[in-house]
């Protein structure tokens, strides 16, 4: 598989997490935590980094709400 096709891969995969945690909001950030090791804030928190290392502007705030 070429790099590029990897990376859509990956980004689908994310969209898809992201799209059943926002539908999912019974689900509780404790419990994530808990079963996976990571929750929403988590995934807020390395799309901001991601974003910043990459020279892109975006506070915790909007991150969060892109999760």
């Known amino acids: 598989m070429d790099e590029h096709t990897q990376i859509e891969l990956e980004a689908a995969a994310f969209r898809h997490l992201v799209g059943f945690l926002q539908e999912k909001t019974d689900v509780q950030n404790i419990d994530l935590m808990n079963l996976a ?15 910043e290392e990459r020279g ?12």
């Not at 090791?37 to 974003?51: E, Q, T």
């Not at 502007?57 to 909007?62: N, P």
């Open 37 to 51: 090791g990571f929750c929403r804030n988590c995934l807020s928190k390395w799309y901001m980094a991601a974003a």
């Open 56 to 67: 892109i502007t975006l506070d915790y705030e909007e991150a969060r709400e892109i999760i």
